[in-house]
Nanobody, 124 residues
């Protein structure tokens, strides 16, 4: 398994931007990775994922606003979030899985390694 450490969360006004980072300790070249979020009193939900060959997927609510990417030299996963809305407020988690070579999945059960999360708060 790998270790994941998120950072970059904070408080912004609606319409603003944040970039989340997930530092990865371990070799993830075979891994698919994802970003998830959990709002207060809600279940954890998928946001975006990145396969080990560069494919991406997004939930409809963030398409066109969020971008997932990975810097292999820095071994860091990113989530660029633009045009933020109050409903984007949540704890954001990154996750990794070695199981899905060439694809990624927008499902919490598909991932085995999780970070501790970073809080994002968007005010109206």
């Amino acid at each position: 398994q790998v270790q994941l450490v998120e950072s970059g969360g904070g408080s912004v006004q609606a319409g603003g931007s944040l970039r989340l980072s997930c530092a990865v300790i371990g070799d993830t070249y075979r891994y698919s990775m994802g970003w998830f979020r959990q709002g207060s009193g809600k279940e954890r939900e998928a946001v975006a994922c990145l396969s080990n060959n560069g494919g991406t997927a997004y939930v409809d609510s963030v398409k066109g606003r969020f971008t997932i990417s990975k810097d292999n030299n820095k071994n860091t996963l990113y989530l660029q979030m633009n045009s933020l809305k109050p409903e984007d407020s949540a704890m954001y988690y990154c996750a990794a899985s070695p199981r899905w070579y060439g694809s990624c999945h927008l499902a919490t059960g598909a991932y085995q390694s999780w970070g501790q999360g970073t809080q994002v708060t968007v005010s109206s």
